[in-house]
């Protein structure tokens, strides 16, 4: 595990996926943004190419399931898996995902920040053995905060206070969080700022030296 950890691929989700040990990683926190595009707009292009989906949740889940079964693979037995997804696809959830609870940010920021820049998503949480995990009851939950520059180069973007709280409630120090759809990599940024070791992947190069650079930086 030592050449994975603390390390961001430039490669396909299912490429790292397949080069990690079975029941290696405590969570995979990710948000799958590839096959959800309905729009060919600017933002759906790519260093390495336009996003080829059409928005239709049989796509996106022929092309994911075998990457959610493989991070259930390397999960190890009680770790946690979540999963960012959006509205249009909740009717889905049951038949992907079996059991699971919904963290939904926004909603629960609606009324509690009204008025200020609350900014949160919706995710799938649920342990390797598909079974729910419940929604902390934390009296410090703040998940406002600016995006940073990096927000500019990202569809989009999470951040690090949203990210902080899903791993420090998800892992506990010293603990492996997994992303394997890491973006411009808040998610690995608040593993670090945690004392969590991380993995990260992306298939473009751009967004990987980007997560590098911002984890230099922390």
Request: positive net charge; aromatic residues 12%.
């Amino acid at each position: 595990m030592n050449r994975f950890v603390n390390k961001v691929c430039h490669c396909d989700a299912i490429q790292l996926l397949k080069a990690l040990p079975t029941e290696s990683i405590d969570a995979v926190i990710a948000d799958p943004m590839y096959m959800v595009a309905v729009n060919k707009e600017k933002n759906c292009n790519y260093d390495w190419g336009i996003e080829p989906g059409t928005g239709k949740a049989h796509e996106f889940w022929d092309y994911h399931h075998r990457i959610y079964e493989e991070c259930r693979r390397v999960l190890k037995p009680g770790g946690s898996l979540a999963w960012a997804m959006g509205c249009k696809f909740y009717e889905h959830f049951p038949q992907w995902f079996g059991g699971y609870r919904v963290w939904g940010f926004s909603r629960f920021l609606a009324g509690r920040f009204r008025g200020q820049n609350a900014f949160g998503h919706i995710w799938v949480v649920q342990t390797r053995e598909q079974k729910p995990i419940r929604f902390p009851n934390d009296d410090a939950l703040i998940i406002v905060g600016p995006k940073g520059w990096w927000g500019k180069e990202h569809v989009c973007p999470k951040t690090e206070p949203e990210m902080l709280f899903m791993v420090k409630h998800l892992t506990q120090p010293g603990q492996i969080v997994l992303d394997c759809f890491c973006g411009t990599g808040t998610t690995l940024v608040a593993a670090e700022m945690l004392g969590r070791g991380w993995i990260g992947c992306d298939l473009s190069k751009r967004y990987c030296e980007i997560a590098m650079k911002r984890l230099t930086d922390a």
